[in-house]
T-cell receptor
Framework: GQQLNQSPQSMFIQEGEDVSMNCTSSSIFNTWLWYKQDPGEGPVLLIALYKAGELTSNGRLTAQFGITRKDSFLNISASIPSDVGIYFC???????????FGKGTLLTVNP | NAGVTQTPKFQVLKTGQSMTLQCAQDMNHNSMYWYRQDPGMGLRLIYYSASEGTTDKGEVPNGYNVSRLNKREFSLRLESAAPSQTSVYFCASDHYTFGSGTRLTVV
């Protein structure tokens, strides 16, 4: 199946720092989604992107749909302890029903 | 206002046993999905249902069957469980809402 390369695999940061993570693919995607997963829970959708070049914010989170349609970025500003968790990117190509997920970025925030 | 409800939350099976994982959504969404999540991996799609009465294979369908019983319910069945099916299983509704998962161990 298609591969999404998500990086970094993990990050250890201090509270108040900004965070950046990204997903890349060799294939073009039509939609990019970013999720956060807390321990023992299912993923929660943070931001959905539907158009190349689109930049969307949700509070301290900002995500962009890369202009080449092969990548996407998520930034978190002024991190706080509750930002701890695993962040996943996901995308779909032609079908609206099949999402491909990245392997996740584990974020740890030191207070 | 439950969203997506999965049962059971935990299950231990012996190799060769069968079981059905249940999923129900109350958001009137057309599409529903079953994923599995293994350590260090993202979620992988097992089966999906675009609408009531239809089901299709995802990335890793072998060893599983599904039933879209009605618009609300989408079940996943393991006919003969294998240790390789030890995983956390998530049901989702319309890509946007996930259940809290079923943690399955096959011994």
């Amino acid at each position: 199946g298609q591969q999404l390369n998500q990086s970094p695999q993990s990050m250890f940061i201090q509270e108040g720092e900004d965070v950046s993570m990204n997903c890349t693919s060799s294939s073009i995607f039509n939609t990019w989604l970013w999720y956060k997963q807390d321990p023992g829970e299912g993923p929660v959708l943070l931001i959905a992107l539907y158009k190349a070049g689109e930049l969307t914010s949700n509070g301290r989170l900002t995500a962009q749909f890369g202009i080449t349609r092969k990548d996407s970025f998520l930034n978190i500003s002024a991190s706080i302890p509750s930002d701890v968790g695993i962040y996943f990117c996901a995308g779909n190509r032609g079908s609206n029903y099949k999402l491909t997920f990245g392997k996740g970025t584990l974020l740890t925030v030191n207070p | 206002n439950a969203g997506v409800t999965q049962t059971p939350k935990f299950q231990v099976l012996k190799t060769g046993q069968s079981m059905t994982l249940q999923c129900a959504q109350d958001m009137n969404h057309n599409s529903m999905y079953w994923y599995r999540q293994d350590p260090g991996m993202g979620l992988r799609l097992i089966y999906y249902s675009a609408s009531e009465g239809t089901t299709d294979k995802g990335e890793v369908p072998n060893g599983y069957n599904v039933s879209r019983l009605n618009k609300r319910e989408f079940s996943l069945r393991l006919e003969s469980a294998a240790p390789s099916q030890t995983s956390v299983y998530f049901c989702a509704s319309d890509h946007y809402t996930f259940g809290s998962g079923t943690r399955l161990t096959v011994v």
